[in-house]
Every structure is written in C-alpha cells, then in structure tokens.
C-alpha cells in the first residue's frame, strides 16, 4: 500500500497543515530516496524522507503508511526517525536574547525617554 507524500507529510505531522506540505514539496525541499519528490509521489514502507525545515532537516523512514492524521503519541509508531541532532548554534530569525531594548516583566511602559533611548540604541534615531 502506498500514499501520497504531501498527505503522509501532514498525517505524521512533519507540516501543520497538507498545503505547507504541498508548498514544500513543490519547492522542492522534500526527498524521497535521495530524489527531489513532488507532493503526488507515492510514499511505501521502508523509503527514507528528508524534510528541510527552516533551520533543520528532519530524516524519518517510513515504517507503515497511515492516510488520515495520527495523535503526535502515535506518531512513532509509523516513522522512524533518523534525523541528524540539532544544531547548537543558536537559531537565525528565531526569538532574540539580549536584544537591544529589552526590558524586564513588570517594568510597565517605555516612558519617553526610554523609547528614545531604545531608538539611539537600534540607530533609529537622528539628531
């Protein structure tokens, strides 16, 4: 028995939803078996899928195929996942540390002259 690639990508949860599985396929950043696969290729037990993610490639093999969306529990039992470890670096365009400008929880409203202050450190501001 086989699948469509975009479905099986959204029923195991790779992708939120089937278009950005669709989309990702279409953009070619999914593989099936070392080749660039369209969102109607078929999907059977023991091919390899690799999903390019942002910052992440997620590697799973196909241990059985399953059409209609499974419970994130449920997903280990019909992939395999084989994907290399995270990165340690930390993310690009991710959620900002020490950015210029943070401010601590509870310190209320910028007054004015702390949002000026914030805009000399971003640069935004001129003389």
């Known amino acids: 028995m086989s699948v469509r690639l975009d479905k099986w990508l ?3 949860r790779v992708y939120k ?6 989309d990702a396929c279409t953009a070619g950043r999914v593989q099936v078996n070392d080749v660039v ?8 037990p023991g091919d390899i899928v690799e999903a390019r993610r ?9 241990v059985e195929v399953v059409e ?7 997903v280990a039992t019909y992939v395999k996942d084989l994907s290399p ?5 930390p993310r690009v365009g991710g959620p900002r540390t020490a ?3 943070l401010r601590e929880d509870g310190a209320g409203r910028p007054t004015k002259r702390d949002r000026r202050l ?7 501001r001129r003389g």
């Open 54 to 62: 942002r910052d992440r490639t997620i590697v799973y093999k196909v």
């Open 17 to 22: 939803t089937r278009t950005m599985a669709k």
């Open 99 to 101: 950015a210029a400008g």
């Open 68 to 74: 209609k969306r499974v419970s994130a529990k449920l």
């Open 85 to 89: 470890p995270a990165p340690d670096q």
């Open 10 to 12: 959204w029923a195991v």
């Open 118 to 124: 914030i805009d000399d450190l971003r640069g935004r």
């Open 37 to 44: 696969a369209k969102p109607a290729t078929k999907v059977a």
